[in-house]
């Protein structure tokens, strides 16, 4: 068989999700100023989205942007007066650290506990990556 052939077979055996090449639209934070507050009501969809829990995102937000904050029902509270630029950068940092795949770009992972490490693996391409620390 030629190579065009043999591309052709090896195409036809692939999961139809590897070929399509839609494109992950990351959704911005919806937020408002109470006072010296800043409350984002969207945050629970943003996590649903990525497909991690609102408590790592929640977690790691807290820790990037260096504020106090909590969860108080689905709104999330920081306590000092944040931009919403500055939340969606640190929303996108978490997206490339924790949920995309560094190969093939698709945000179709999940992080495993692998022996004493935390393995983002990409149920794409299956490629896999050690992540810094499980938040």
Do not use: W
Request: with cysteine; proline share 5%; hydrophobic share 40%.
């Amino acid at each position: 068989m030629d190579y065009d052939a043999l591309l052709a077979r090896a195409r036809s055996k692939m999961p139809e999700s590897v070929l399509v090449k839609e494109r992950f639209e990351l959704p911005k934070v919806v937020g408002r100023l109470e006072g010296s507050k800043t409350v984002i009501s969207n945050l629970p969809q943003i996590a649903q989205l990525l497909r991690r829990p609102i408590e790592q995102l929640v977690k790691y937000l807290l820790k990037e942007l260096a504020t106090p904050g909590m969860m108080r029902g689905s709104l999330f509270v920081l306590g000092t007066k944040m931009q919403a630029s500055r939340i969606n950068d640190k929303i996108r940092q978490f997206a490339d650290e924790f949920v995309f795949c560094q190969k093939c770009g698709k945000p179709d992972t999940d992080i495993r506990k692998e022996g004493g490490f935390h393995v983002l693996v990409c149920s794409v391409c299956g490629e896999r990556r050690p992540v810094k620390s499980k938040i």
